[in-house]
């Protein structure tokens, strides 16, 4: 990979109604090579059949994406059985249980929830995908080491939500996941927020010009030789135009 490939989620499928093309040619411009799209039940196969079709004829893989902070395994069994009936591939999960109620009254029950979800998934025969936030490493696993530890042995590649706007503390962010990806033999991912109204100053590239924003990510990418993952497609498109 002599240039950053990246990858993007759809949270809103709503938008392959209208013009596939316009995003199709959006994902060649900015080499996206893998897409999670979130599977809804508004939307009809026939949108996502028709997506899946035209990204794959470009060599765009397109995840299934699904997911919650109080998401349980009945959630993911009835998410499989959706996904079974088209042509993904693989799964993408992006569960947050640090922000469920269960966290807050019972931290360690909210993480062994989460790690049997996490190997459910990886049993499924779906590629697994997971978003995970960079400070897993902090939290004890119920099975010994750390969360990201956990998650990332688990799951066959992992994004590090490492929401940043500057080159240098995404990359002192991610580090430890990325060696324990390493060290794993697992793909690790660098995730970069671009969404408008982020959480706290200094998260989100909202507000910073396509320049700069495309340099930060190619500093990334120098660092991590690793793929980036921009979140999400619509605010990226919106701050490129």
């Known amino acids: 990979m002599n240039e950053p490939e990246h990858a993007t989620w759809i949270w809103d499928a709503s938008i392959l109604n209208d013009d596939q093309e316009k995003w199709l040619i959006f994902f060649e411009e900015k080499r996206v090579r893998d897409v999670y799209v979130q599977v809804d039940p508004n939307i009809a196969d026939s949108v996502y059949r ?8 470009q060599n765009i893989r397109v995840h299934a994406l699904d997911g919650s902070p109080d998401y349980t395994e009945a959630d993911l069994a009835l998410f499989l059985q959706k996904v079974n009936e088209l042509d993904w591939d693989g799964i993408h999960l992006d569960v947050e249980p640090y922000l469920s109620t269960e966290w807050k009254t019972d ?38 080491g ?7 042995q688990t799951a066959d590649y992992t994004v590090i939500m490492a929401y940043r ?5 995404i990359i002192e962010a991610a580090r430890t996941e990325l060696n324990i990806g390493k060290a794993l033999g697992k793909e690790v991912l660098i995730a970069i927020e671009t969404i408008e109204n982020a959480e706290a100053e200094g998260i989100s590239f909202s507000g910073k010009s396509p320049a700069y924003i495309e340099a930060e990510m190619k500093k990334v990418w120098k660092e991590c030789k690793c793929q980036i993952a921009v979140h999400h497609a619509s605010s ?5 135009k």
């Open 146 to 152: 750390t969360l990201a530890e956990m998650a990332i």
């Open 107 to 144: 931290q360690n029950q909210a993480i062994d929830r989460y790690e049997q979800l996490l190997k459910k998934a990886a049993a499924s025969g779906f590629l697994l995908g997971i978003d995970i936030p960079f400070w897993y490493d902090e939290i004890p696993s119920r099975a010994g």
């Open 165 to 169: 706007d500057r080159a240098d503390q």
């Open 50 to 57: 028709s997506f899946l079709t035209a990204a794959h004829e």
């Open 236 to 240: 990226w498109q919106k701050l490129m």
